[in-house]
């Protein structure tokens, strides 16, 4: 199992367990496949298939509860996104080097001139 977590390497799916997650805590996988079927039509094996991934990634955490497993978020959604920026930055440093840093710094620039 990997402890690190790619945050930026999730699936639209993923991103979309993880916000039932964060919304409702401690969930099984029933749960989440109804929090998610309120939105799309989605098989339970799926979303458990899912889960399970999002486990072994490190995303999530588990405790077995007789037959059926409860999941719950390792990290907050904040602290997630902080540590999705972190790494899209190291990864873009250590391809482009330094220079990359000040091209965002410019386009946040930008972006907050927009709000």
Request: aromatic share 10%; hydrophobic share 35%; net charge positive.
């Amino acid at each position: 199992m990997k402890n690190k977590m790619n945050n930026y390497n999730l699936g639209p799916l993923e991103l979309e367990i993880m916000e039932c997650v964060w919304d409702r805590g401690n969930s099984t996988v029933l749960e989440i496949h109804e929090c998610l079927s309120k939105k799309r039509e989605i098989a339970y094996t799926t979303v458990m298939t899912i889960m399970m991934r999002l486990w072994q990634k490190g995303f999530l955490k588990r405790v077995k509860d007789g037959k059926n497993y409860i999941y719950s978020h390792k990290r907050t959604k904040d602290q997630a996104i902080k540590n999705t920026v972190s790494q899209i930055l190291e990864a873009v440093i250590e391809k482009f080097g330094i220079q990359a840093v000040a091209y965002f710094s410019e386009e946040v620039e930008k972006y907050e001139k927009r709000l």
